[in-house]
């Protein structure tokens, strides 16, 4: 049997917490497109669950799909329509109720109010006046200073000098040559010095 659970912070009558939005409905006289109004219930548990939805004015309403399933966290959203005329100043009262499904016994319910007045209130939005940007002094403070950071470094051109006078230098029992045999490089130390100087010429290229 699943566990009844209590309301929390719901102003809801019922052992089960309604979750619906808005709460409150407002239909203008003067404003055709508020006469349809949208009302979201949703199922935030772990089973299915039937709502319906009750008026105190019925015949002044047109709720499109008045009653039906919300599958496991799912939502759905019920359209109200406000027949015409639209009497002025009237407020009405809407109930969402909420079932298991197949169950008669109501788990928990929710009002949604309706208000009817006579006009749509105007928004006015202030705009700003256009203003001056200020001068783009820190880009070129940021400029000045990555110009700075790309400077070449005399020692990667030294490292690059040395790099490649040593691969000029007589190869250890291969080449034939007067220099002495401390000048001499053998070929694991040719790959060596060509390997970093390979790196160098990359730091280079990349300046």
């Known amino acids: 049997m699943r566990p009844r659970q209590t309301s929390q912070g719901s102003d809801d009558d019922g052992t089960l917490p309604v979750f619906i939005s808005p709460t409150e409905l407002k239909y203008?006289?003067?404003?055709?497109?508020?006469?349809?109004?949208v009302v979201t219930i949703y199922?935030?548990?772990?089973?299915?669950l039937k709502y319906k939805v009750l008026c105190t004015a019925p015949r002044k309403y047109h709720v499109i799909e008045s009653e039906g399933l919300i599958k496991s966290h799912c939502r759905i959203d019920v359209v109200i329509r406000h027949k015409e005329p639209l009497d002025e100043s009237t407020l009405d009262k809407f109930q969402i109720q909420l079932f298991d499904n197949?169950?008669?016994a109501?788990?928990?319910h929710k009002q949604v109010i309706s208000h009817v007045l006579?006009?749509?209130?105007?928004?006015?939005?202030?705009e700003a006046p256009m203003q001056q940007l200020p001068p783009p002094e820190h880009q070129v403070t940021e400029s000045n200073t990555d110009r700075g950071q790309h400077r070449m470094d005399p020692l990667v051109l030294l490292v690059a000098a040395v790099c490649g006078m040593a691969l000029l230098l007589p190869t250890w029992q291969v080449d034939s040559s007067t220099l002495p045999p401390y000048l001499h490089l053998t070929i694991h130390q040719?790959?060596?010095?060509a390997y970093v100087l390979g790196l160098v010429t990359m730091v280079i290229l990349h300046f």
């Open 28 to 37: 203008y006289t003067d404003d055709i497109s508020s006469h349809k109004q």
């Open 43 to 48: 199922n935030p548990y772990s089973y299915t």
């Open 102 to 104: 197949g169950s008669s």
């Open 106 to 108: 109501i788990r928990g």
């Open 118 to 126: 006579p006009r749509k209130p105007k928004v006015t939005v202030q």
């Open 190 to 193: 040719k790959l060596v010095v």
